[in-house]
């Protein structure tokens, strides 16, 4: 099993940044993928970003790609999600997930969520 729990959510004004952190626990860094999703209100839960199992690819829904990293800190158990050129339509609560597939798109394939952290950017 992998815990998480994020971190770093916030309001911000619009083109601001914030840099969300995913704590993970329970099972060893490397076998598993991590993802990043979001929710809007009266929306469905969208994909953002993943780090595969290895570390070494990125994933990015094309609304948030050259704004949003993600990435790892092996040392601290902890995956980022470093968020830039914020705008309103980010509004969302974001979630972290993890998959022992390699990496995935569909929040179907992760099995392990933590509890959400808001993201308020105003304009």
């Known amino acids: 099993q992998v815990q998480l729990v994020e971190s770093g959510g916030g309001l911000v004004q619009a083109g601001g940044s914030l840099r969300l952190s995913c704590a993970t626990s329970?099972?060893?860094?490397?076998?598993?993928?991590v993802g990043w999703f979001r929710q809007a209100p009266g929306k469905e839960r969208e994909f953002v970003a993943a780090?595969?199992?290895?570390?070494?690819?990125?994933y990015y829904t094309d609304s948030v790609k050259g704004r949003f990293t993600i990435s790892r800190d092996n040392a601290k158990n902890t995956v980022y999600l470093l968020m830039n050129s914020l705008n309103p339509k980010d509004t969302a609560v974001y979630y972290c997930a993890a998959t022992y597939f390699s990496s995935s798109y569909y929040y179907v394939e992760y099995d392990y969520w933590g509890q959400g952290t808001q993201v308020t950017v105003s304009s």
């Open positions: 329970g099972s060893t860094s490397g076998t598993y993928a």
């Open positions: 780090l595969s199992r290895s570390g070494g690819s990125t």
